[in-house]
């Protein structure tokens, strides 16, 4: 079993900057996935465990950056020019597909308990 713990969410107001991380060991692939009041939820970005695929949902490129570093088992959502819409509650993912773990929640075995990041007009 692995346990995944978010961190960083809050309320920020538009244009601001939140960074969120996940603290979770093993060789996983990791994804963030997000989910807005009566939404469902949706991808947000992910990457493999060495980093060299990434992928990024079109409504967050250019805005948000996702990272990581294995020493500290810790995978990093960067997230720059906030918008309302990005107002959701933020789940930190992880796949034993680690070379590639795509943007599909059903390729991801384990799940955080989620943080909540809200954006004000």
């Known amino acids: 079993q692995v346990h995944l713990v978010e961190s960083g969410g809050g309320l920020v107001q538009a244009g601001g900057s939140l960074r969120l991380s996940c603290v979770a060991s093993g060789r996983y692939g990791r994804g963030w996935f997000r989910q807005g009041p009566g939404k469902e939820r949706e991808f947000v970005a992910a990457i493999s465990w060495s980093g060299a695929k990434i992928y990024y949902a079109d409504s967050v490129k250019g805005r948000f950056t996702i990272s990581r570093d294995n020493a500290k088992n810790t995978v990093y959502l960067q997230m720059n020019s906030l918008k309302p819409d990005d107002t959701a509650v933020y789940y930190c993912?992880?796949?034993?597909?680690?070379?590639?773990?795509?943007?599909?929640?059903?390729?991801?075995?384990?799940w955080g308990q989620g943080t909540q990041v809200a954006v004000s007009s």
């Open positions: 993912a992880a796949s034993s597909r680690y070379i590639d773990p795509g943007t599909q929640g059903v390729r991801y075995e384990y």
